[in-house]
């Protein structure tokens, strides 16, 4: 069945420093990959997502990019912050009406 | 833009009783509403789909009849827990979907603490 796979399960970085997030997805039909954060007690919230037709999106200090052929997604965060420190999680779906299949979660953890 | 609310927060029960928990989209109408339950430190596991007017589908495993979905509108969806055990005590989250440039983009709300004793 569809499944997605996520690493590492967990990530210590220094402030200031990258942290980058690595996911695979086994459907080829999958179209949309969105990213989660998800603090301590509270609900995911979207941070960015990628479709399929793009390879790479950036906002800010988050970037994400993917490689269709190697069903492969990363997220990557630049000159991170205390306040990064959470739960990350990937996900995909195959667009509309599709339902998330998520990864099995990253907690970062960024020391100042 | 695109924010879900939930409500409670969080709940204790004794076990036996129901317990309802709703799910509302505060500026936006939602194509379809989702229900998840997550578990300490594990990912969160989609319970049900849910459309208004219509029958809330449900992934395997999970028992229609003791978590009931109503999907009254386009804004508010409620997911009851019938005869709730403490085995059913989890942190319970909605995510309402919106149609963006022909994707459904989930948004969540902040999620629902459930104690069953």
């Known amino acids: 069945g569809e499944n997605v796979e996520q690493h590492p399960s967990t990530l210590s970085v220094q402030e200031g420093d990258s942290a980058v997030i690595k996911c695979t997805y086994s459907?080829?039909?999958?179209?949309?990959f969105p990213w989660y954060k998800q603090e301590l007690g509270k609900g995911p919230q979207l941070i960015i997502d990628i479709r399929s037709n793009v390879g790479e999106k950036k906002d800010q200090r988050i970037a994400v990019t993917l490689n269709k052929t190697a069903k492969h997604f990363s997220l990557h965060i630049t000159e991170t912050q205390p306040e990064d420190s959470a739960v990350y999680f990937c996900?995909?779906?195959?667009?509309?009406?599709?339902?998330?299949?998520f990864g099995q979660g990253t907690e970062l953890s960024v020391k100042p | 833009g695109a924010v879900v609310s939930q409500h409670p927060s969080w709940v204790i029960c004794k076990s036996g009783t129901s317990v309802k928990i709703e799910c509302r989209s505060l500026d936006f109408q939602a194509t379809t509403m989702f229900w998840y339950r997550q578990f300490p430190k594990q990912s969160l596991m989609l319970m049900a789909t849910?459309?208004?007017?219509?029958?809330?589908?449900?992934e395997q495993g999970v028992e229609k009849d003791k978590f009931l979905i109503n999907h009254a509108s386009l804004t508010l969806s409620t997911l009851t827990v019938t005869s709730a055990h403490p085995e059913d005590s989890s942190f319970y989250i909605c995510s309402a979907s919106r149609l963006a440039g022909g994707f459904d983009e989930q948004y969540f709300g902040p999620g629902t603490r459930l104690t069953v004793t």
């Open positions: 849910s459309n208004e007017g219509s029958k809330a589908t449900y």
């Open positions: 459907d080829s039909a999958s179209n949309y």
């Open positions: 996900a995909a779906s195959k667009g509309q009406g599709g339902k998330l299949i």
